[in-house]
Every structure is written in C-alpha cells, then in structure tokens.
T-cell receptor
Framework: DQQVKQNSPSLSVQEGRISILNCDYTNSMFDYFLWYKKYPAEGPTFLISISSIKDKNEDGRFTVFLNKSAKHLSLHIVPSQPGDSAVYFCAASLTTSGTYKYIFGTGTRLKVLA | EAQVTQNPRYLITVTGKKLTVTCSQNMNHEYMSWYRQDPGLGLRQIYYSMNVEVTDKGDVPEGYKVSRKEKRNFPLILESPSPNQTSLYFC?????????????FGSGTQLSVL
C-alpha cells in the first residue's frame, strides 16, 4: 500500500515559469512532510519541509502547501531554472511509540527547458 | 565536511555470494537508515536504526541484514543475494530530534546481482 503517492512521473516547464509538483498521502497521522531533490549519480538532498499543523512554508523560490482535508501537498518553484531539473521526492515522517519512519513517494522528474 | 559515505559505488556480484555495503557518517547522528530505489517504486526503506544496538525493519527487509555496533557505522549485509536485489541503494542519517529532521544521504551504491 503506497501511503505517499506522486502521480505524475514527469513534468516539463519553461524556464522562468512556475513548476508545481504534487503529492498525495493516505495516513492522517504523518507529522511532517518533506521534499527532496535528486540529481543523477547523487543521493537525494533535502529541499524544504512543512509541519502537519501548518498549511504553507516558504524558502526562497520554493513554497510547499499542505491541504490536510484533501491529504495533498504541493511544491511550487518560482521562477523555475534549468538547474532545478532533477527528480523530486515527497516524503512523510511518522513518529509513534518511539519509532521514527520516513515514507517516500515514487518521485517526479522535473525538466526545466531553457 | 559533514557527510555520509557509502562503499562501494558500484558492485557486480553473482547469486548467493555474500556481500556487505558499508555506510559511515561523521555527524554523530542517532538515526541511520537504508533505502533502495527502483524504477516506478521510489525510495523504499529496508532497515533503520534509532541508535547503537537498536535496529528495526522497514518496508522491504527480506533478504537483508544490518548491524549497528558503533554510532557512525551501519553496514547493509546481503547473505545470499538474488537478482531481485539488483537496485540502487542509499544510506541516510539524521539527528533524531523530531520528525522534520532532514535526512543526509550517501551517494548511492549500484548493485547488480547476476
């Protein structure tokens, strides 16, 4: 059962425009949601996170929105740059009974066209 | 420099030949974890460790073993590798404080089991 889903395997956007990457989840107990970016031949790197009690978090060109009622979050990149071309993973963390689990989505490959 | 180091980067082996992928972090992190990345499946957690001598199964632990004898090291052991364990493996660590602690990833180990 995929608890964190990224339904768009790929996305192409023109340089300077907005990129919107989406993520859906099923478990309402998740504490935090995080986005990671991955370039080829490298490990994923942290991008931005949001607490489950918030609905928006912003860091420079990156903004994450959380809609708890819809169990949906999105990552907005404005303006998009060619260097943003990478695979983006949505992740959710769960801390219950002393355990600490991260669950990742399947990833969305973003291509920013110059 | 803060980093997670995995070795080797590439490994080709044959079915049934025991192997170990090493992982070491220099950030004094309590939490360490192993993931495998497969096309269309994203990052799936194999095992994780909350601290020395404390390990637990992730979502896909079958065929893998881990140990956490020292805080900095978290090796992944495949006692009898099979072709379905051909995958890209990532080790990660974080300072377990709360659920939004970002993971630091190694550069990955591409394993091929023939």
């Amino acid at each position: 059962d995929q608890q964190v889903k990224q339904n768009s395997p790929s996305l192409s956007v023109q340089e300077g425009r907005i990129s919107i990457l989406n993520c859906d989840y099923t478990n309402s107990m998740f504490d935090y949601f995080l986005w990671y970016k991955k370039y080829p031949a490298e490990g994923p790197t942290f991008l931005i996170s949001i607490s489950s009690i918030k609905d928006k978090n912003e860091d420079g060109r990156f903004t994450v929105f959380l809609n708890k009622s819809a169990k949906h979050l999105s990552l907005h990149i404005v303006p998009s740059q060619p260097g943003d071309s990478a695979v983006y993973f949505c992740a959710a963390s769960l801390t219950t009974s002393g355990t600490y689990k991260y669950i990742f989505g399947t990833g969305t490959r973003l291509k920013v066209l110059a | 420099e803060a980093q997670v180091t995995q070795n080797p980067r590439y490994l080709i082996t044959v079915t049934g030949k025991k192997l170990t992928v090493t992982c070491s972090q220099n950030m004094n992190h309590e939490y360490m974890s192993w993931y495998r990345q497969d096309p269309g499946l994203g990052l799936r957690q194999i095992y994780y460790s909350m601290n020395v001598e404390v390990t637990d199964k992730g979502d896909v632990p079958e065929g893998y073993k881990v140990s956490r004898k020292e805080k900095r090291n978290f090796p992944l052991i495949l006692e009898s590798p099979s072709p379905n364990q051909t995958s890209l493996y990532f080790c990660a660590s974080s300072a377990y404080l709360r659920g939004d602690e970002k993971l630091f990833f190694g550069s990955g180990t591409q394993l091929s089991v023939l």
